[in-house]
C-alpha cells in the first residue's frame, strides 16, 4: 500500500480549525431568489384556479394538480 505524502507536522497542539465567515451580503441576495422563488411556486401549487387565475385553462392546474393534494391544498 501506498504512503500518504503529507506529513502530520508536529508541534500544533490546541489549534482548533475556525469556520469560514460567511459575510452577509453573499447570502442575501440568495436568500431574496429563493424566498421569492418558494412565493411563486406556492402561489402556482396553491392558489392558481378560479378568481384568483393569471393563466387562462387548465394547464396549470393539472400540472400541479398532485402536489395540491399532497400539500392539502382543496382543488375540486
Same mark, same amino acid.
Given at each position: 500500500?501506498?504512503?500518504?505524502? @503529507?506529513?502530520? #507536522?508536529?508541534?500544533? #497542539?490546541?489549534? #482548533?480549525?475556525?469556520?469560514?465567515?460567511?459575510?452577509?451580503?453573499?447570502?442575501?441576495?440568495?436568500?431574496?431568489?429563493?424566498?421569492?422563488?418558494?412565493?411563486?411556486?406556492?402561489?402556482? @401549487?396553491?392558489?392558481?384556479?378560479?378568481? #384568483?387565475?393569471?393563466?387562462?385553462?387548465?394547464? @396549470?392546474?393539472?400540472? @400541479?394538480?398532485?402536489?395540491?393534494?399532497?400539500?392539502?391544498?382543496?382543488?375540486?
Amino acid at each position: 500500500m501506498a504512503q500518504s505524502a @503529507v506529513q502530520p #507536522t508536529l508541534g500544533t #497542539t490546541g489549534s #482548533t480549525a475556525a469556520p469560514a465567515k460567511l459575510p452577509i451580503g453573499a447570502i442575501v441576495p440568495w436568500a431574496v431568489f429563493f424566498g421569492i422563488l418558494m412565493l411563486v411556486l406556492l402561489y402556482f @401549487v396553491g392558489a392558481e384556479q378560479g378568481a #384568483t387565475a393569471l393563466l387562462s385553462g387548465e394547464g @396549470v392546474h393539472e400540472f @400541479v394538480h398532485d402536489a395540491r393534494h399532497l400539500l392539502g391544498f382543496p382543488c375540486h
